[in-house]
């Protein structure tokens, strides 16, 4: 294809600069031709393009307005031109072939761009309306365009290319020249645009990435810079619709529905809907603004319309936790009746901005004109076109007439008229399709029934159903309700005729088996045409969004799809579906490894499917095809490779009755095995072969020409051998997963053709289902690596189609001789090149017309030109039958379904009716048993009952009644097992409630601390609740303690930015450098080291004064100096009184709004996250200790109310047991007692009995009780008391009291006495009983009022609680808000103070070198004097002083590097150097020499003097040099300080600009949370914001203030007249002390003056002038000095020589004792020598002695067999040298080594010998050990030998 592009462009380039613009009559022949193999013998137009009934609704941007009139969109290789007012559609092929990528418009001029795709695709650019190409661009990309764009003015279109290279360019496309060109982004980049805002930018984006682009200007010319956006927190997304705005932001779109708004290359924040809504359902895609209403519209593929409000969005400040805005939308629109995808849109008049109507791009298969308004409704208005939407999965024509019908992937049915070239009618169907069969006339009559496949598994029969309009075809064909006996008679005749008539239509979904087979060739037939084109009423094909709706109107007024049948055979997707040669059985295949077999059945005219069975195979099908003239014999493909052969046997041999599945049927089965590698091994090895003849031959004829010049002595054989290595070659490829099978088809020998995908592309192999391997293969010549989809031979079968996966369809050229040679054929791409998989090819009934449908969503047809119809029958007269499809009134219709999972599959509702038939067997068996059960049961109960009449002696035992243990036993365990699996089964279910109670009871039951208390009074009628409050949880406090510690680490970062904005201040050192006795006596001090505290007591006095008089100036000095600099400066306010200032602000008065423009929050009273959540922490911490406690007190008074209900039940008992006593009480006493116990009473039974308690509560219960009753017991005791004594006392005779005994019946008046006193005694003590009662009760209800009261202040406070915490948690919100940015600001202020505090420590740092390098150049002028003071001295009263002086006063001259203007230099040098000497000839008086040597002593100068004098000077070099290294580096500090005290003033600067930002942005969070409402409890005293006396003026206008702070507030007029009056008489009191000391300082300085003068006086009357007293000192300490230095000369002359005689006489005493240790050395080696061969001598004695002991005959003896031995052994040695000196010959001349003899010893040895064979072995082993080491040793050895002579040693 890259070729044929490069040929088309280059020809049409030649063309264009052939023609001249004025000589050009019309548009360039831009069309992309037929690619023809060689020789090709196809007519180039044997298919001619006729219509397009689709396009690329799924492809993005697929939309281009030209004129406001005309709509672009691509199909495949065709440009779409629609009409928008007329609806004509026009076309045009693609230029190249490749398919087109992109077409924009220009939005100026009336120009379209067209991106082509391709090898080097060219981008074209027409001109409207009339075609004419005006530019074309070339070298934009290599492979396609996925975006084209016109900058706003026109002159520029940018470009953007899909991989690999996915290169954006920007042209300048009217001179046809690329300005810029670079690579977009390593991924595919779906959109680029120019910004309509700013010029030069663009933004470009894609799958996971947005791009900014800027045209920059550099100094090497254009640029185009890119900038990648970050999109840090928010996921990568894909961007379809993007929005440049004015203020330089960017709005984008997101996969997921949300908006971004982009700021620079950063995401600022995202829109949604309200969290975690989005404001669209799915992607966003086209997003547009008015900045009139300020508002937003979005689009997205939901399928709505929605329209934001942009201002209060934009104007939102996020932080860096927060960056999704909420909002909702003001409008929102969607598809009401009609589901739709809206992929992108296009204003109709793009000049004009105020257009309203928008054209949409729409994924359904639609485009929409809508009216799109900011503040109208929005409406859709008209739908202008409408095809297939997605893949198109199926397409069959109908086998009588002009209709044909298309199955897309979403579900949608579309019937299209191919004669009229319109849409008739369309349905959408739940579920995604996936095959589609048109039934034949041989099954339906009527040829109006459809059998659609879904990806479902489902099957649906429908019948289309048309409503003719007009009198004439009602007449004509009359009613279709009955059948007309010529429609019986033509129907008949093609019953007849079905055996030998076939049908030109394509059975299967691929293709037509007995096409392929070639069994019926050039037949064809019409049956039940019409004469004249009938008119026909439109339908309304789409619902509408409303009422105003147009739709796509053409010929029908109504098309109806009835179901006829739906049934479910396969539980995956359906694949296909085909029907046998003669359409009695109908087979389709899935997903589910089945292919499932129907029979056709005709009920009341109706067709129905049976279903027989299904028969599993290996894998998903591909492909069906059925073997020619066999109707019962088929071939499944399969997608692993599998394909094999099913023989069916005849229906009513199969068994169904419990299952679908066919086992009875006959299977071959084989295995494609991949031969691709070994053909194209084979191709290879063929070629090389080929090749090597060739060579063979050429060297050949070489060879005989040699021999014709005479040259016989060349070898033939080795002159023609090949001397060229063979080439490896690579191993055999296999593909790991097996190719899928597309389609297959028996021959005529009825083999089988197979075409595999995948690797093994580009062959139709050919197998034998007896073989595993194939027969043979034919290759696809042009396209072996393309895959073949589809085929369909044509109706004349000269020619077989094939539809390709890259768009193309291929026209091969059959030939009877060879018919699967497919070397002559003929390319047209029609379909996209990248997505358009040509999936079916049919053919009209009529043979003239061919239609091709792909994944790509078109769908075309074209006229077949190489087919001629019968005579008679010409396409003029070809008119629909439109008749046939009449809607019947007997047609019955069912329910479609909407939810597959409530719809099982055939064999699952035949495995249900198998299950419920076994649980129906089983149910009534069941019953059967029951009844059994029961009867036995009966009887035995009869037996059991009879059993019991006997006596217990002759009744049976149950045991006896037990048939056996076992069974027992068995029934128990058996039991047991079902009640386990019960629990197995059930827990699951049981865990998961038991989860689901634990989630909600932690929710709302376990989490609360306190829930349902309630006390109640006794008689005050008073019900108390509890609060109901959670208790804290862990996390509570674990926030609550991570809250503190952050609190306290943001208090240690305030105080270090506190300290961090304090300045720095230089610390200088007040502390003089003090001249210490040292330091002063080193400027004294004679050379040499001499001890100056032997100088003599009076020169010691003499420096002691000197230095006291010295440190004594310093300190003076000192203390000069800081009085100096605690001097106050007059630029400078007071440092205390600032202070004081700037606390009165904070403290007294200083009361600032928060409103107020100009306020700043302090930095202490800032109020950051952490603190407002710790307030908050802190409230919600009030609120739950408050509720606690009151909850707390309940709980105690329950307690109470416990032990007091336990203790009036004691009091009632006591109550009943003392009246037990009382038997006549008195009425009035007794109605008072019952009145009081029987309220009691009802107040316990009121109460009600006391619960239940455990030991350790009645216990403490009742330790309180015996605590409560014990004051009243006591009580009653005293009370007791009190009665006896009061009363009376009765004297009774002993007669009395004997009488009285006697009678049983008759009191005695002490026994009455006693009586009356208990009787009274006991409603006494009732009394009080109950008295006590009724007080306890009484407190208790107090208590429950007090309570009460308490509660309703706590709810008021609770409730003021709860609103603060509210207040709290906005104010919250408002801070997280604001505190990112904040603390963003903050950072910039202190990262600011932190550069100015560094900057400002560097100065001082600076500053402190700086005064160190001034003391340090003090110090080398203080050591320069010092070193001339000691010459001074040393010269003094010398006659050299002169020449000394010469010499010690020559300038130092530092090294220089020599420059041209050296001489200059030297010559002022010299100049200075001898005005120098010149004023010291001068000072001097003498005459000196010109030139003095300064290598020798001056004459008549002393050495030691002359050389002090060289010495010093040196020394003042050194110190001159340091000096000028010192002011050199003064000078680089003094530099440096100035350079950095200008970058301090520009941090200043910037520190107080983001200081400044930072307080406007903290007032702006002020003023957020001053927008807040706080509940403030009031009352009318504390209002007084009073207009009048009786009218309260606004409160809105009120400030409320503190009453402590307004009582201050107004107090403070008092302080301040006080502080008045206090300022004014100190600052009287200062005047006079400031006039007092003006008088003193006039005195001072008089009396310094004339202290001055008497000073001077003095000093003239003894030195004769003014002198310095130090001078003096000096010169006296130097003469002291002087003296003590020649003392100290003299006497070192003296010690010099001692030293030295001392020396010489310790050198003699060294070399005496050396001479001494040596000769003893000597004497003890002579020693040692002799002790050892003492020793040695030693032992040869001793070993002499013992060698005489032994006898000397035997060992001679011994000593002959043994030599007579070790001579026989040298024998052999001697032999099996000679034998391996043999075998080495022989290994040298690689021959066969013979046999070595082995080293043998004889069996007798002396032991002697033997013990010195084993030491022999050891030596051996020994010796082979060290044979490495021995090796190095003789190589050493041979070395040394070739380099020296070897020496004899002796020892």
């Not at 559609?89 to 120009?111: Q, R, T």
């Not at 682009?213 to 810079?225: P, V």
């Not at 030195?1663 to 002087?1682: D, P, T």
């Amino acid at each position: 294809m890259g070729d044929e592009t490069k040929n088309i462009i280059e020809d049409v380039l030649e063309e264009r600069e052939a023609t001249s613009v004025e000589e050009s009559t019309g548009p360039l022949d831009l069309i992309a031709k037929p690619i023809k193999s060689e020789g090709c013998t196809v007519p180039e137009n044997v298919l001619e393009f006729q219509h397009s009934y689709g396009y690329n609704c799924k492809k993005k941007f697929n939309l281009c307005i030209v004129g406001g009139s005309t709509i672009i969109f691509i199909a495949g290789n065709i440009l779409t031109f629609l009409d928008i007012e007329t609806k004509e559609l026009l076309f045009k092929k693609s230029a190249v072939g490749g398919g087109i990528g992109f077409v924009c418009a220009n939005p100026v001029s009336g120009h379209f761009a067209v991106g082509e795709n391709g090898t080097a695709p060219p981008i074209i650019v027409y001109e409207w309306p009339s075609l004419n190409a005006v530019a074309i661009l070339q070298k934009g990309t290599k492979r396609a365009y996925t975006y084209l764009t016109f900058s706003p003015d026109g002159t520029l279109l940018c470009s953007q290319g899909a991989g690999p290279d996915f290169t954006i360019t920007i042209w300048e496309w009217m001179s046809e020249k690329i300005i810029l060109q670079c690579k977009s982004y390593g991924q595919e980049v779906t959109k680029c645009i120019f910004s309509q805002h700013k010029e030069n930018v663009l933004i470009s984006t894609g799958y996971g990435h947005i791009k900014f682009w800027k045209i920059a200007q550099t100094f090497t010319g254009l640029k185009l810079e890119g900038e990648l956006g970050i999109f840090d927190k928010t996921a990568a997304t894909e961007i379809i619709a993007i929005l440049p705005m004015s203020n330089g932001m960017v709005l984008s779109g997101s996969e997921w529905g949300n908006m971004l708004l982009w700021n620079g290359n950063t995401i600022k924040y995202e829109i949604s809907k309200r969290i975690p809504k989005t404001c669209h359902d799915g992607p966003i895609t086209m997003i547009i603004y008015d900045e009139e209403s300020d508002r937003l519209l979005s689009m997205g593929m939901d399928g709505c319309v929605k329209i934001w409000a942009y201002g209060p969005v934009h104007k939102t400040e996020m932080s860096d936790d927060m960056y999704t805005v909420g909002c909702l939308p003001i409008e929102e629109f969607e598809m009401r009746n009609n589901s739709a995808e809206f992929l992108s849109a296009e204003r109709q008049y793009p000049s004009d901005p105020e257009s309203k109507s928008w054209i949409v791009q729409d994924a359904k298969g639609a485009l929409w004109r809508m009216f799109l308004s900011f503040s109208a409704r929005c409406t859709a208005k008209e739908c202008l076109f409408r095809g297939p939407a997605g893949k198109i999965v199926g397409m069959a024509c109908s086998p009588t007439g002009s209709l044909i019908a298309v199955l897309s992937e979403e579900g949608g049915l579309y019937i299209y008229d191919w004669v009229a070239r319109q849409l008739r009618g369309y349905k959408m169907f739940p579920g995604r399709g996936s095959s589609l069969l048109w039934i034949p006339m041989k099954v339906d009559l009527r040829g109006g029934t459809l059998i659609l496949g879904f990806a479902n598994g489902i099957i649906r029969v429908v019948s289309i159903c048309l409503e003719i309009l007009g009198s004439k075809s009602s007449n004509l064909y009359g009613s279709m309700e009955t059948f007309t006996e010529e429609m019986k008679k033509k129907l008949s005749a093609l019953e007849q005729n079905r055996e030998i008539i076939g049908s030109v239509q394509s059975i299967s979904s691929v293709g037509s088996s007995e096409d392929m087979a070639g069994r019926v060739r050039g037949k064809s037939f019409w049956v039940g045409r019409s004469t004249k084109l009938m008119s026909l009423k439109a339908a309304e094909v789409v619902k509408a969004l409303d009422d105003d709706v147009h739709d796509v109107q053409y010929g029908l007024e109504k098309v109806d799809f009835v179901v006829l049948q739906i049934v479910r055979p396969h539980t995956k997707a359906l694949t296909v579906l085909s029907h046998n040669p003669n359409c009695s059985l109908l087979m389709s295949g899935s997903h589910d490894r089945t292919v499932f077999l129907f029979d056709f059945s005709r009920v009341d005219r109706v067709i129905k499917m049976n279903p027989i069975g299904f028969v599993n195979v290996p894998s998903e099908v591909m492909h069906i095809s059925w073997k020619p003239c066999m109707f019962n014999e088929v071939l499944v493909c399969c997608s692993n490779g599998f394909f094999l052969e099913l023989k069916l046997p005849p229906s009513e041999t199969h068994d169904t009755t419990v299952s679908y599945e066919l086992t009875q049927v006959e299977q071959k089965s084989c295995v494609f095995k991949s031969v691709k590698s070994q053909i194209l091994r084979d191709q290879y090895l063929k070629k090389r072969e080929e090749e090597k003849a060739r060579k063979r031959e050429a060297k050949q004829e070489e060879l005989e020409g040699m021999r014709e010049r005479g040259r016989y002595d060349v070898d033939p054989e080795t002159y023609l051998v090949d001397s060229e290595e063979e080439e490896e070659l690579e191993p055999l490829h296999i593909p790991e997963e097996p190719s899928p099978i597309l389609f297959g088809f028996y021959t005529e020998s009825g083999s089988v053709l197979l075409s595999l995908g995948g690797y093994d592309a580009g062959y139709l192999y050919e197998y034998d289902l007896e073989t595993p391997d194939p027969i043979s293969h034919s290759v696809i010549e042009g396209d072996e690596d393309s895959e073949v989809h589809c085929y369909i031979f044509s109706p004349d079968q000269k020619y077989l189609l094939f539809g390709m996966a890259n768009g193309i369809i291929r026209v091969n050229h059959v030939t009877s001789a060879n018919p699967m040679d497919f070397s002559d054929y003929l390319l047209l791409p029609m379909h996209d090149s990248a997505m358009g998989t040509i999936r079916k090819l049919c053919f009209s009934p009529d043979g003239t017309t061919l239609f091709s449908c792909g994944d790509d969503g078109n769908f075309f047809s074209y006229n077949f030109n190489s087919f001629q119809e019968p005579e008679g029958r010409r396409r003029s007269e070809t008119l629909t039958n439109l008749h046939l499809f009449k809607k019947l009134s007997f047609v019955p219709g069912v329910e479609d379904i909407l939810d597959e999972n409530f719809f099982p599959s055939l064999e699952e509702c035949k495995q249900k009716e198998e299950e419920e038939k076994r649980r129906e067997s089983m149910d009534k068996h069941k019953v059967e048993m029951l009844a059994v059960v029961n009867q036995l049961r009966g009887h035995f109960k009869s037996i059991k009952e009879r059993n019991a009449t006997l006596p217990k002696s002759q009744q049976f035992s149950p045991l006896d009644f037990e048939f056996h243990p076992e069974v027992t036993k068995l029934a128990e365990n058996y039991n047991n097992e079902q009640m386990d699996i019960l629990h197995r089964k059930y827990a699951w279910d049981m865990e998961k409630s038991r989860l689901a109670w634990d989630k909600i009871a932690s929710c709302y039951k376990n989490c609360l601390a306190s829930s349902d208390l309630k006390i109640s009074g006794f008689r005050n009628n008073i019900t108390l609740e509890g609060y109901r409050y959670k208790s804290l949880t862990k996390d509570f406090h674990e926030s609550h303690e991570q809250t503190l510690q952050k609190l306290g680490q943001e208090q240690l970062d305030l105080r270090s930015q506190e300290r961090d904005a304090t300045l720095p201040k230089a610390v200088k050192n007040l502390m003089p450098t003090f001249s210490t006795f040292e330091s002063i006596m080193r400027a004294f001090a004679p050379p040499g080291n001499i001890d100056y505290t032997k100088m003599g007591i009076r020169a010691m006095r003499i420096m002691e004064k000197y230095v006291t008089h010295q440190q004594k100036i310093d300190q003076r000095s000192l203390e000069w100096d800081i009085l100096l600099k605690s001097k106050p400066s007059e630029n400078e306010n007071d440092k205390a009184d600032m202070k004081s200032i700037a606390d009165a602000k904070l403290t007294i008065g200083d009361y600032r709004l928060k409103t107020s423009t100009n306020y700043r929050v302090p930095s202490h009273l800032r109020v950051t996250a952490i603190k407002k959540y710790d307030q908050i922490l802190k409230t919600y911490l009030e609120i739950h200790e408050t509720k606690k406690k009151f909850n707390d007190e309940i709980h105690r008074l329950l307690e109470v109310k416990d032990s007091l209900c336990y203790f009036l039940r004691h009091l009632i008992t006591l109550i009943e047991d003392s009246m037990k006593g009382v038997e006549d009480p008195s009425e009035s006493q007794q109605s008072d007692l019952y009145f009081k116990a029987r309220v009691l009473k009802e107040i316990l039974d009121k109460q009600g009995k006391n619960p239940e308690q455990t030991k350790e509560e009645s216990d403490y219960k009742h330790q309180g009780l015996s605590k409560m009753l014990a004051r009243h017991v006591d009580w009653v005791h005293d009370c007791r008391g009190e009665l006896s004594l009061s009363a009376d006392v009765v004297v009774l005779t002993r007669k009395d009291l004997e009488s009285a005994a006697s009678s049983n019946t008759i009191n005695t008046p002490w026994e009455g006495d006693l009586l009356f006193i208990k009787r009274m005694t006991n409603i006494y003590n009732i009394g009080i009983i109950l008295d006590t009662a009724h007080k306890e009760i009484d407190l208790f209800d107090a208590e429950i009022q007090v309570l009460n009261n308490q509660r309703s202040d706590l709810d008021l406070k609770l409730k003021y609680l709860e609103q603060f915490l509210i207040t709290l948690l906005e104010e919250l919100f408002i801070i997280k808000n604001f505190e990112a940015m904040e603390e963003q600001l903050a950072e910039k202020v202190q990262d600011k103070l932190q550069e100015r505090n560094e900057m400002q420590e560097k100065i001082i740092s600076l500053r402190s070198k700086l005064e160190m390098r001034k003391i340090t150049i003090e110090s080398l002028l203080e050591v320069e004097r010092d070193i001339i003071s000691k010459f001074q001295a040393a010269i003094e009263n010398s006659s050299s002083a002169g020449i000394l002086k010469k010499i010690f006063k020559k300038k130092f001259k530092p090294a220089k590097v020599k420059a041209e203007d050296e001489s200059s230099d030297e010559e002022s040098s010299s100049s200075e150097s001898s005005s120098d000497t010149s004023d010291d000839e001068d000072e001097l008086g003498l005459a000196l020499p010109a030139r003095i040597d300064e290598n020798t002593c001056p004459d008549g100068c002393p050495p030691e003097l002359f050389d002090l004098t060289i010495s010093l000077r040196n020394k003042r070099h050194v110190i001159e040099r340091d000096l000028i290294e010192e002011r050199k580096q003064m000078d680089f500090l003094k530099k440096d300080i100035d350079l950095n005290t200008k970058k301090l003033r520009t941090i200043e600067n910037a520190y107080h600009k983001n200081d400044e930002d930072l307080d406007a942005y903290q007032r702006q969070k002020q003023s957020e949370l001053n927008n807040l409402d706080v509940t403030v409890v009031l009352n009318l005293s504390q209002l007084q914001h009073l207009s009048s006396p009786t009218d309260l003026g606004a409160i809105s206008e009120s400030i409320l203030f503190r009453k402590p702070k307004l009582i201050r507030l107004c107090g403070r007029n008092l302080e301040l007249e006080k502080e008045t009056k206090e300022q004014g008489s100190r600052l009287r009191a200062l005047q006079k002390h400031m006039s007092r000391l003006k008088t003193d300082c006039e005195y001072m300085v008089s009396r310094i003056k004339s202290l001055k003068d008497d000073l001077s006086t003095h000093m003239t009357k003894k030195f004769g002038r003014e002198v310095s007293i130090l001078n003096v000192e000096q010169a006296v300490l130097r003469k002291h000095m002087m003296e003590f230095r020649s003392q100290v000369q003299d006497i070192r002359i003296g010690y010099d020589q001692e030293v030295a005689t001392l020396q010489n006489q310790l050198y003699a005493k060294q070399s005496k004792y050396t001479d001494i240790i040596t000769a003893n050395t000597e004497k003890v080696s002579l020693l040692a020598a002799l002790q050892e061969e003492k020793t040695k001598l030693d032992r040869l004695l001793q070993h002499q002695t013992k060698l005489q002991e032994y006898d000397m005959e035997e060992k001679l003896g011994a000593y002959h067999a043994d030599i007579a031995k070790l001579e026989a052994i040298k024998r052999r040695q001697v032999q099996q040298r000679q034998a391996l000196k043999e075998e080495i010959s022989k290994l040298s001349r690689k021959s066969r080594p013979g046999e070595i003899p082995p080293l043998k010893f004889g069996t007798s040895m002396s032991p002697h010998l033997s013990s010195h064979c084993e030491s022999d072995k050891s030596t051996e082993r020994l010796i082979r050990d060290a044979l490495p080491a021995l090796g190095l040793a003789i190589e050493d050895i041979a070395q040394t030998r070739t380099t020296k002579p070897i020496h004899s040693m002796k020892i």
